[in-house]
């Protein structure tokens, strides 16, 4: 059973960071391009960021310079470093996991408050 499980919300100040981490279990991790996505209230979900197997990273045009996606496939993992904040941050943050070109896995969410 496939399993990725978010963590590392928080309630932050405009200008502060988080570290999202992303925990993976049931698949072949090594092999899946995974990605964060963010969903705001009232909000579509949106792409935030993506990291192939081997290392090809992506990024919305509102995160670049500020988050940097990363993964340590030994530890089945996947990271979202989110430096200077800004309140429309503000979201619930899932991971997900590529399989045979769809997002066809999702964690259950992390949620991030970035007050101004």
């Known amino acids: 059973q496939v399993q990725l499980v978010d963590a590392g919300g928080g309630l932050v100040q405009a200008g502060g960071s988080l570290r999202l981490s992303c925990a993976a279990s049931g698949i072949t991790f090594s092999s899946h391009t995974m990605a964060w996505f963010r969903q705001a209230p009232v909000k579509e979900r949106e792409f935030v960021a993506a990291i192939t197997w081997n290392g090809i990273t992506d990024y919305a045009d509102s995160v670049k310079g500020r988050f940097t996606i990363s993964r340590v496939n030994t530890k089945n993992t996947v990271y979202l470093q989110m430096n200077s904040l800004k309140p429309e941050d503000t979201a619930v943050y899932y991971c997900?996991?590529?399989?045979?070109?769809?997002?066809?896995?999702w964690g259950q969410g992390t949620q991030v408050t970035v007050s101004s």
């Open positions: 997900a996991a590529d399989s045979g070109g769809n997002w066809s896995y």
